[in-house]
């Protein structure tokens, strides 16, 4: 078994879960316009990611990084990108749900391209995809200091400070993938820091309130994030 696609595909098998239980999408991360009903194609999107993470579990790993990475993309391309670049494309938040999607996207090609004949191209695509994403994560964070400090667990001191070193963290990151210098460093600084908010914020909050379908999403996609950083840093040129 490929350990490295471990927490990727466990995690796209999670967040197809949650969707099938929920018999929703996974809210912003899926802005699915309203005219679209979430029955049945919400247990299609489940049963989609479901199925790319039992591929990659199963040793399939071509096909179900494929199915991933082509349905991540299509999250960005079809569902977040037209209404930022009509409406919001001088926002920062706008930017941070297609980013997500992006970075998640990076994960699957990645994968991808490590069998693929176009192995160079695809991971290097795969890096600046991830870098671009980082870098909206980290202004993001800035501009949104005090949502971001108002997530940080109660039992941390000094919010402010944490939210501001992770914004940091998020653009230096993406910096350093997008230019090359030091780039799988930076990738899996980033998956250390998504873990860590999967683990210190997410999974506590889930543990909190189990019946509450955005505290699954969120812990999901982080977790999410996280496999895809590492298999980012594993793959990329």
Request: aromatic share 12%; glycine share 10%.
């Amino acid at each position: 078994m490929n350990y490295n696609a471990v927490t990727y595909a466990a995690a796209a098998i999670l967040l197809g879960a949650v969707g099938i239980w929920f018999g929703d999408f996974a809210m912003q991360w899926q802005a699915v316009p309203k005219w679209i009903p979430a029955m049945p194609w919400a247990y299609v999107s489940g049963g989609i990611l479901a199925a790319g993470g039992v591929l990659i579990l199963a040793r399939q790993e071509k096909v179900g990084a494929l199915i991933l990475a082509a349905f991540f993309g299509l999250w960005v391309v079809v569902f977040h990108l037209p209404p930022t670049l009509t409406k919001a494309i001088g926002s920062i938040g706008a930017w941070n749900a297609p980013a997500e999607s992006g970075f998640l996207t990076a994960g699957g090609l990645a994968l991808f391209a490590l069998h693929s004949t176009h192995r160079e191209k695809l991971a290097l695509f795969a890096r600046l995809l991830a870098g671009a994403s980082a870098v909206v994560f980290g202004f993001a964070h800035f501009n949104y200091i005090d949502f971001t400090a108002s997530m940080v667990p109660a039992w941390i001191p000094f919010k402010t400070f944490w939210a501001w070193a992770t914004g940091a963290g998020h653009l230096l990151a993406g910096v350093a993938l997008l230019s090359g210098i030091r780039a799988r460093l930076a990738a899996g600084c980033e998956a250390a820091m998504m873990a860590s908010f999967a683990l210190l914020l997410h999974l506590p909050r889930v543990v909190a309130a189990p019946d509450q379908h955005v505290e699954w999403i969120m812990l999901a996609i982080s977790s999410c994030l996280a496999g895809s950083a590492l298999l980012v840093r594993k793959y990329s040129t």
